[in-house]
């Protein structure tokens, strides 16, 4: 399936009009239907709004989804890493999942603070 198909499918499930779609994402319906034709490729902002508007990943757009058993291998390296610096991570990590989504930003933005502020 090419990129114009997968976003006029997308349209489609939403029961969005091009016009209307062209309109959701802030770009004339003739360069739309231009676009959903494949006469003219898709610019990179193009792509992001599409993407943003149908609420999908500009990889799946351009059908450059990761595969899930990879996706899978590599957060499994990644918890294991952790666990490895960490062996409390387990406790570490339910009592960050007890934290409301601001408190949550608050930590990580910490973090950030914290990153930065390190001497290589």
């Known amino acids: 399936m090419t990129t114009a198909q997968r976003i006029i499918q997308l349209r489609s499930k939403k029961n969005w009009t091009q016009k209307e779609f062209a309109k959701h994402v802030n ?5 739309m239907n231009r676009i959903e ?3 003219r490729p898709i610019k990179g902002d193009e792509l992001t709004a599409i993407a943003d508007t ?8 351009l059908d450059r ?3 899930s058993s990879k ?7 990644f918890i294991k890493s952790i666990q490895e610096k ?4 387990d406790r570490m990590f339910r009592d960050l999942a007890s934290l409301t989504p601001e408190q949550m930003q ?4 910490y973090l950030l603070f ?3 502020r390190r001497k290589d």
Do not use: C
């Open 86 to 89: 960490m062996p409390n991570a």
């Open 106 to 109: 608050d930590v990580y933005d």
């Open 54 to 61: 149908l609420q999908v990943t500009t990889d799946y757009l």
């Open 27 to 31: 770009i004339n319906v003739s360069v």
């Open 71 to 77: 996706a899978s291998d590599h957060e499994n390296e």
């Open 37 to 39: 034709s494949g006469e």
């Open 65 to 67: 989804e990761v595969s």
């Open 114 to 116: 914290k990153m930065s």
